[in-house]
Structure formats: structure tokens, C-alpha cells
């Protein structure tokens, strides 16, 4: 079984809508965190999570909100949806060590969105 | 946060070494160099991280210049399957601020 995993993996759904992205991971990381990648681009973070008390805006957090409802869980939501919001969305999960320095980031297998 | 330049495609046949740049100029000392790259139609997945030292792996190699202004990817024998877009990331080894920012990485294209 993958390690993160994004619910759905596919959704195409109309301007105005309120739509939920979700990731789960079993890795028991403490860390979570959402970008976005656009055709052609790399990827943008959107929020970032460094434990189910924390939430932070990443580069682009206007028209999307966030929860972290556990430690495993952390989604992502467009309250309402527009087309320029059409595009691949990835969830990834880190630790951070305890003798200092970042764990690598994992990521999920994405979730393509098209907002029509 | 610090930015990285990198080439917008490079080319190699397989077997062949591939030397994939990166320039950072403005890396700050806790910076540390990431190497993630993405197979078509895959998340990211990482390949290699140094700090100030040249690193190995199973994967690569990660040359570090001196100055620390520039590192170069290695991979020593390319394969079809290492036909991907590999992202340079200067990662900020704060407890508080951690995070990847991603710039527009290199497309690896590699030929039989």
C-alpha cells in the first residue's frame, strides 16, 4: 500500500463549486504539506502543516483553506471553485529529525483537477 | 527564499554519464541542496541532499562546489527510466521554516 495517498485521483467539477481534496499518509510524519503544479511549472506550495495544531500559508493560499484533522490527515479545499484553479494538485508528508535537519518529503500520486 | 537556475532541457544516450547543473548564489548557510525529480505523471520523488559536502547515493552523486554557489547532479549511467524533470531546491534546514520551494527544473530527455 502507498505510504501517501490522494483522494480523488481525478475530479472535473463546475465554477462556483466547493470541492475537498484529500491525503492521507501511514508514514507517521508530523509534517504535511499541499502544492499546486500548473502545465510546464514546477510546483507551488499552497499550505504547509508541521503538526495538527499548526497551519501555514504557503505561496499561493488565496482561494483555498485547509485542515488537519490528524496527524494522517490533512486536507485541502476550494470553497469555490474557479477555472484557474484547473490543475494537478500534490500532497507530500516529512519529519524533521530529532539530531537536527529536514527528512525528505514524500509525496502523493496527485490529484488532477479541472474546474469547467 | 533563495532561488536556483537551472538549464530548461538537457539531452544524453543511455549508458552515458548525465552532469545536470545547478546555480545558487544567493544560498544562505543553513541552506541545505535538495535534488527531487518527477517521472512523467508521478509526484516528486527525492534523489539526493548535501550541505556542504560531495554526497552519493544509489541514485547519484551530488557535487558540491566549494563556494557552495553552484552544485551539479550526476548520474553515472543513464537509463530510459531516469528520463525525467530533475528540480534543484535550496531547502531552508529551520526547525520553524521548513519547506521546498521548486523552480522550473531540468526536462532530462534520454535516448537508446
Known amino acids: 500500500d502507498a505510504d501517501v495517498t490522494q483522494t480523488p485521483r481525478n475530479r472535473i467539477t463546475k465554477t462556483g463549486k466547493r470541492i475537498m481534496l484529500e491525503c492521507s499518509q501511514t508514514k507517521g510524519h508530523d509534517r504535511m504539506y499541499w502544492y499546486r503544479q500548473d502545465p510546464g511549472l514546477g510546483l507551488r506550495l499552497i499550505y504547509y502543516s508541521f503538526d495538527v495544531k499548526d497551519i501555514n500559508k504557503g505561496e499561493i493560499s488565496d482561494g483555498y483553506s485547509v485542515s488537519r484533522q490528524a496527524q494522517a490527515k490533512f486536507s485541502l479545499s476550494l470553497e469555490s471553485a474557479i477555472p484557474n484553479q484547473t490543475a494537478l494538485y500534490f500532497c507530500?508528508?516529512?519529519?524533521?529529525?530529532?539530531?537536527?535537519?529536514?527528512?525528505?518529503?514524500?509525496f502523493g500520486p496527485g490529484t488532477r483537477l479541472t474546474v469547467l | 527564499d533563495a532561488k536556483t537556475t537551472q538549464p530548461n532541457s538537457m539531452e544524453s544516450n543511455e549508458e552515458e554519464p548525465v552532469h545536470l547543473p545547478c546555480n545558487h548564489s544567493?544560498?544562505?548557510?543553513?541552506?541545505?541542496i535538495h535534488w527531487y525529480r518527477q517521472l512523467p505523471s508521478q509526484g516528486p520523488e527525492y534523489v539526493i541532499h548535501?550541505?556542504?559536502s560531495n554526497v552519493n547515493n544509489r541514485m547519484a552523486s551530488l557535487a558540491i562546489a566549494e563556494d557552495r554557489k553552484s552544485s551539479t547532479l550526476i548520474l553515472h549511467r543513464a537509463t530510459l527510466r531516469d528520463a525525467a524533470v530533475y528540480y534543484c531546491i535550496l531547502r531552508d534546514g529551520s526547525y520553524n521554516t521548513d519547506k521546498l520551494i521548486f523552480g522550473t527544473g531540468t526536462r532530462l530527455q534520454v535516448f537508446p
Open positions: 544567493t544560498i544562505s548557510g543553513t541552506d541545505y
Open positions: 507530500a508528508t516529512s519529519d524533521y529529525y530529532s539530531s537536527g535537519g529536514p527528512d525528505t518529503q514524500y
Open positions: 548535501g550541505l556542504t
